[in-house]
C-alpha cells in the first residue's frame, strides 16, 4: 500500500469514529431526528467515500476533472470531519438547543388526559389537501396531456408555478397526513377513543398513495420514496414493530426503486440511460454525486470562503417571487450557480454537499460553525418532539423537519423549503388544533 492511500484510509477512519461519536451523544432512539440524519448523512459521505477509496468507482463528470486527486479527496474527508465535529459539539450546548426547539409548532398531545386531535378535523385535513393535490396536478396535464417529460419541464424550467411552487408541495405534505390518520386512529381505535372503519382507513390511504404519486409528474422521485419511508418507519412505531431484518429489505427496495424511476426519468427526457458500472448507477439513484461535485469544487475553486456569505444572503432573499423582484437574480441555489461555471446554458442545478456549501461561503471555520448550527437544530427538534414515539404527528413533524426542511443540516436554501413544507404544514396544524378544540368544546 502506498502512503497516499494510507493516508487517506486514515481520513476516512477518522470519519467513521467521528460519526460513532456523533450517535453517542446525540441519538436517543434509532428513528429520531439525529438518528434519520445520520442514515442520510452516511450514503452521500461515507458510502461515497469508500467506493472511490477502494477504487470501485471514480469522481464525474470525468471530463471536468482528473480520476483521481489525492488532495481533493483529502480536502473533502477533512470537511466531513470538522463538519462531523462541529455537528458533536452542539451537544454541549444542548440547553440552546431545547430553547431554539420551541420555534417549530406543537401538534395535538395524545394520550391520557389529553383528547388529541378530533377526527372529523383530521380527515378535513386530509381530504382538502388530497383535492388540491388533484387540482394543482390537473393544471399541468390540461395543458400538456400525460407528457410528463413535457409537465416536468414546465414545472421545473419554465416555472409554470413562478410565484406559487409551493403548491407543488401539497401533493407530499397530503401523503404525510394520511399516513399519520391512520397511525392516529388505529391508537386511538386500540385505547377506545375513536371508532373508525376500515374502509374509511384504506380510503385515506389510497388517497395519500394518489396525491403523492403525482410529484413524479413535477421530476421528483425522492418524494415518493421519502413518503413511503416515514409511512413504513411510523408503522413500525405505532402499529407493530418490524424486525431489523424487515427494516433492512425495505431499505434494499428503496434503493432499487429510486435506481428504477431514475432510469424511468432519463428514459422520459431522452436521455443516455448507459452507466458505466451498476456502482455509479446506485451512486446517481441515491445522489451520492453529491459528495463528486464537492470534490470538483474543490479541484477548481481551492480556497473556501470566495462566495463571502452570497449564497446565504440569497436563500433569504430567494423566497421574494420574480412577479414582485423583477431583477432577481437568475441563480439562486448554490448548485445552479456551481453547474452554470461549467455548463452556462444548463438552467438545472448540481447538487452540492452541505459542507461544500458552507466552505465555499466561509472556509473552514464556517464549515465548523456550520456543523454547530446544523447540530443545535436536531437538538431542538428531539427536545420538541421527544413523545414522536407515542405521537403520530409529532413523528411526522420530525420526519419532515429532519428530512426536507434542514436536509443534512441548515444549507443556503432551507427558507425556500420553509416555505414550500413548513409554512403549509404550521397552516395545516393549526386549522387541526383550532377545529379540534371548538368541536370538544361544545
Request: glycine fraction near 8%; aromatic fraction near 18%; proline fraction near 5%.
Amino acid at each position: 500500500m502506498n502512503t497516499a492511500f494510507l493516508f487517506e484510509l486514515l481520513l476516512f477512519i477518522s470519519v467513521l469514529v467521528a460519526v460513532g461519536i456523533c450517535w453517542r451523544v446525540h441519538v436517543r432512539h434509532m428513528f429520531d431526528a439525529v438518528a434519520l440524519y445520520t442514515y442520510l448523512f452516511t450514503l452521500i459521505y461515507l458510502v461515497r467515500a469508500f467506493f472511490l477509496l477502494t477504487g470501485l468507482d471514480v469522481p464525474y463528470p470525468e471530463d471536468l476533472m482528473p480520476s483521481y486527486m489525492e488532495n481533493e479527496r483529502n480536502k473533502t474527508l477533512l470537511l466531513t470531519f470538522t463538519w462531523v465535529i462541529g455537528f458533536s459539539l452542539a451537544a454541549l450546548a444542548r440547553p440552546i438547543g431545547n430553547a431554539v426547539g420551541n420555534i417549530f409548532i406543537r401538534p395535538p398531545n395524545i394520550g391520557e388526559g389529553s383528547s388529541g386531535p378530533h377526527p372529523m378535523a383530521f380527515l378535513i385535513v386530509c381530504f382538502g389537501l388530497f383535492a388540491l393535490s388533484i387540482l394543482v396536478a390537473l393544471i399541468p396535464i390540461t395543458k400538456f396531456g400525460f407528457n410528463i417529460a413535457a409537465i416536468t419541464h414546465a414545472v421545473r424550467i419554465d416555472k409554470l408555478f413562478g410565484g406559487i411552487f409551493f403548491v407543488v408541495n401539497i401533493a407530499a405534505i397530503c401523503g404525510y397526513f394520511c399516513s399519520a390518520f391512520i397511525f392516529t386512529a388505529i391508537q386511538q381505535q386500540r385505547a377506545g377513543r375513536w371508532q373508525v372503519n376500515n374502509t374509511l382507513l384504506y380510503t385515506v390511504f389510497f388517497m395519500g398513495f394518489i396525491a403523492v404519486l403525482t410529484t413524479i409528474l413535477y421530476g421528483d422521485r425522492d418524494q415518493v420514496m421519502f413518503y413511503f419511508v416515514f409511512t413504513v418507519l411510523g408503522f413500525s412505531l405505532f402499529i407493530k414493530k418490524l424486525p431489523m431484518l424487515a427494516l433492512g429489505v425495505f431499505g434494499a427496495f428503496s434503493v432499487w426503486g429510486l435506481s428504477f424511476m431514475q432510469v424511468m426519468r432519463l428514459k422520459l427526457w431522452g436521455h443516455d440511460l448507459e452507466f458505466d458500472s451498476i456502482i455509479r448507477q446506485f451512486s446517481a439513484a441515491l445522489n451520492m454525486d453529491f459528495y463528486d461535485k464537492t470534490l470538483l469544487m474543490l479541484y477548481h475553486y481551492p480556497t473556501g470562503g470566495f462566495r463571502a456569505g452570497q449564497d446565504y444572503a440569497l436563500g433569504f432573499l430567494g423566497v421574494i417571487p420574480r412577479s414582485i423582484w423583477q431583477n432577481k437574480p437568475q441563480f439562486v441555489d448554490p448548485g445552479a450557480w456551481f453547474r452554470s461555471q461549467f455548463y452556462p446554458e444548463q438552467s438545472s442545478g448540481w447538487p452540492l454537499t452541505i459542507t461544500a456549501e458552507w466552505f465555499m461561503n466561509f472556509s473552514w471555520f464556517g464549515v465548523l460553525a456550520g456543523g454547530l448550527i446544523s447540530g443545535i437544530l436536531y437538538t431542538g427538534i428531539n427536545s420538541r418532539y421527544r413523545d414522536f414515539t407515542t405521537n403520530p404527528l409529532a413523528f411526522m413533524l420530525l420526519f419532515i423537519l429532519a428530512i426536507r426542511v434542514f436536509p443534512l443540516g441548515y444549507k443556503a436554501t432551507v427558507p425556500q423549503y420553509i416555505i414550500l413544507w413548513w409554512i403549509p404544514i404550521i397552516v395545516c396544524m393549526v386549522f387541526l388544533r383550532i377545529f379540534s378544540q371548538r368541536v370538544q368544546n361544545r
